[in-house]
């Protein structure tokens, strides 16, 4: 099938894109969506303007839209986006990396069924820590670039998801009850390198900014490197 991927830049959109391509699908089409509020209930936040970078390290070819933010607007936003895209590219589904959020699987099911496309969910109600290990065996790098809840401090900002920070993720977990896999929004992620990267990103310049339980790593610039 010809896949549109719904693409944040973070581990879980990336990741069930290479599942698709794995699994002999061809993603023809990234859309990045960059919400005007940091609240938003569907989509990624922290440094989605770098997703070009990620596109061109894949060789596909991205489309970035702005919306709203705003709760349910954002989902009629995107499904008016989905529906333009339909009319004038060959494409037969969308395949997303939601883990456990019905409320935007649901949605997005919605729009696919309306837009006549099948709606690919492969990271559904998959094992938290498993999938992280995955990341990791598959030769993911990802890196933290927010953090929203207690006992994810300063000090993971800016650190590459390994098997050490996998370990400290599960501690926090089991104390705060922390999502290992970030899911509830306790952390953001971008990917640097991925199987399907051409060629690595290096984050040149970047700045932490800390405000409360909530830290952002803001990127500043990205160079390539080649993987050979």
Known sequence: M???SLFSGGKDSVY?????????????????????????????????????????????????????????KEVSELESIISELVKNKEIDGIVTGVIESNYQRERIQKIADRNGLLHLTPLWKTDSKKHMESLIEEGFKVVIVSTSALGLDESFLGKIIDRDILEKLVVQNKKYGVHIAGEGGEYETFVIDAPTFKKKLIIEKSKKIIKNLNGVLLIDSIVFESKS
Not at 37 to 52: A, K, L
């Open 2 to 4: 010809r896949l549109l």
């Open 16 to 72: 069930a894109a290479y599942l698709a391509i794995k699994e002999g699908h061809e993603v023809v089409l990234l859309l990045s969506l960059e919400p005007e509020r940091e609240d938003s209930y569907m989509f990624h936040v922290p440094n989605i303007s770098f997703t070009s970078f990620q596109a061109e390290a894949m060789g596909i070819p991205l489309i970035r839209k702005k919306v709203k933010g705003e709760k349910e």
